[in-house]
């Protein structure tokens, strides 16, 4: 068996569906497989919306910027997706284990997922470690999986961006 922590591909999930939010519920599925998710989900009529509603949630933990407050908030979501965990074999993964019930909706299983894997996340590498971009106007998530731990923007194009204006803040000439 290996303990599926949950941690950092749940987190970047949980990113990128606050970074570019899937216009369908199949769009959805389809970012769950792309960062690994293997298992299938019944469909309910408000997955969409419930499960945007899961990331909005998501990201008052994001934006907050107390290390109490963050955990305050990640202990109610992770609350509101009790379950036990247990083991499972499925999709040729080997034995591993679920923090949530079979055959639960989707906004219900991301809820369990994201918020383990984002409590993970932040208590292994620092309850620094999540964010909104720096770069202005950027609004962006960033998830540092850096091994200093000081990622501070989205992408390379906002770290570039944010330099070019440090750069010519200087060059200024002043008047």
């Avoid at 690994?36 to 989900?41: C, D, N, V």
Wanted: aromatic share 6%.
């Amino acid at each position: 068996m290996h303990l599926n922590p949950y941690g950092e591909y749940a987190v970047l999930l949980a990113a990128s569906l606050a970074n570019r939010w899937p216009d369908t519920r199949a769009a959805i599925v389809e970012r769950t497989r792309e960062f690994g998710m293997t298992m299938e989900f019944p469909a309910f009529p408000d997955d969409h919306a419930a499960t945007r509603r899961v990331i909005d949630d998501w990201l008052e933990v994001v934006r907050a910027a107390d290390p109490n407050q963050r955990a305050a908030l990640l202990n109610a979501q992770m609350a509101g997706a009790t379950a036990y965990p247990r083991l499972t074999d499925h999709d040729g993964e080997g034995w591993h284990l679920h923090y949530r019930d079979d055959d639960q909706a989707l906004p219900a299983v991301l809820r369990a997922v994201i918020s383990v894997g984002t409590s993970l996340h932040l208590v292994t590498r620092g309850m620094h470690r999540l964010g909104i971009c720096a770069a202005k106007p950027c609004g962006n998530v960033v998830v540092d999986v850096t091994r200093n731990g000081r990622q501070r923007y989205c992408s390379v194009r906002c770290a570039n961006r944010a330099a070019v204006r440090r750069h010519r803040s200087k060059a200024a000439p002043e008047t």
